[in-house]
């Protein structure tokens, strides 16, 4: 990702066997973005697309320009209908930088 930018984050949700997750079992949840063990973005999945093993996830140039040049990290932390938690393995995001900051209208 680069920051000041507008970038959609598809995330394929498997459950730890790598069969398909079935998201319609998903009640509520979070994405979250970390840098350097810090909470950076924490994105409702009411704030984002859902489809059926899958989550797009759209960020906004102020957004992106709250991360620093270097590595983060993206997961997804999915709230069931039954009562469960699960959580996908982090993933890691290069963030990298822009030569100007500004933010469009």
């Not at 930018?5 to 498997?14: C, D, R």
């Not at 209908?81 to 500004?102: H, Q, W, Y």
Request: include cysteine; aromatic fraction near 10%.
């Amino acid at each position: 990702m680069i920051r000041y930018t507008t970038p959609t984050f598809k995330l394929y949700i498997y459950k730890n066997d790598k069969t398909v997750y079935d998201m319609s079992f998903v009640k509520d949840g979070l994405v979250v973005f970390t840098q350097n063990e810090k909470k950076v973005i924490e994105k409702p999945l009411s704030e984002c697309e859902i489809e059926k093993n899958a989550i797009k996830v759209f960020l906004s140039q102020t957004e992106t320009g709250l991360f620093s040049v270097g590595n983060a990290e993206i997961q997804a932390i999915l709230n069931n209908k039954d009562g469960t938690v699960f959580a996908t393995t982090p993933r890691l995001v290069m963030v990298k930088k822009i030569l100007s900051e500004k933010v469009f209208e």
